[in-house]
């Protein structure tokens, strides 16, 4: 299947500072990603949908200027934690479906923890 | 969108025993697909099972699918350690391409 890889897996950092994390499409072109967060024993929480190189759509309750999405390219997305606070710890998890639209493949995920 | 709600929350197996799971959910699908998430990772997908079939089988994975009820079962046969997971299931329609999920069952296979 595809390939959707993840970077960095984990990261540790200050509040106030602010984290990228990189989702890329390996081996076919991603128009569409997706951006979840998923607390401890908890379900994936869609935080936005994000087209390649237009806007990304945010969910409802989710601040769309303190998590940057960028899909510059069919391969490339990121999401930028800015201004990181210690309730923004989180596992994040982006993912991609498939050019049949049959399935989404997902990243590794990101633990953000913040200090 | 529209998000599987999976049914029980958690369930604790013997290992050769088999697995069962629900999902319920509330619209109209094209397909519906099932998902395994190891812990601290992200999701691998399973299966995935038309609007237009009742049931389908992926090596000791069977699934079936009641539109009329709306639901959804995940059958895992001869469970094994590596078996143990969350699953998700997530009801799809390509007027919305956007997975949601629930909270999923949380399997645990003891040896």
């Known amino acids: 299947g595809a390939v959707v890889s993840q970077h960095p897996s984990w990261v540790i950092c200050k509040s106030g500072t602010s984290v990228k994390i990189e989702c890329r499409s390996l081996?076919?072109?991603?128009?569409?990603m997706f951006w979840y967060r998923q607390f401890p024993k908890q379900s994936l929480m869609l935080m936005a949908t994000?087209?390649?190189?237009?806007?990304?759509?945010?969910e409802q309750g989710v601040e769309k200027d303190k998590f940057l999405i960028n899909h510059a390219s069919l391969t490339l997305s990121t999401l930028t934690v800015t201004s990181a606070h210690p309730e923004d710890s989180s596992f994040y998890i982006c993912?991609?479906?498939?050019?049949?639209?049959?399935?989404?493949?997902f990243g590794q995920g990101t633990r953000l923890t913040v200090v | 969108s529209q998000q599987g709600e999976e049914d029980p929350q958690a369930l604790s197996i013997q290992e050769g025993e088999n697995a069962t799971m629900n999902c319920s959910y509330k619209t109209s699908i094209n397909n519906l697909q099932w998902y395994r998430q190891n812990s601290g990772r992200g999701l691998v997908h399973l299966i995935l099972?038309?609007?237009?079939?009742r049931e389908k089988h992926s090596g000791r994975l069977r699934v079936t699918l009641d539109t009329s009820k709306k639901s959804s079962s995940l059958l895992i046969t001869a469970s094994r350690a590596a078996d143990t997971a969350s699953y998700f299931c997530?009801?799809?329609?390509?007027?919305?391409?956007?997975?949601?999920f629930g909270a999923g069952t949380t399997v645990t296979v003891r040896a």
């Open positions: 993912s991609s479906l498939g050019q049949a639209y049959t399935e989404a493949f």
């Open positions: 997530a009801p799809f329609h390509s007027n919305d391409y956007k997975l949601s």
């Open positions: 994000s087209n390649e190189g237009s806007k990304a759509t945010y």
């Open positions: 081996d076919f072109q991603a128009t569409t």
């Open positions: 099972i038309r609007s237009n079939e």
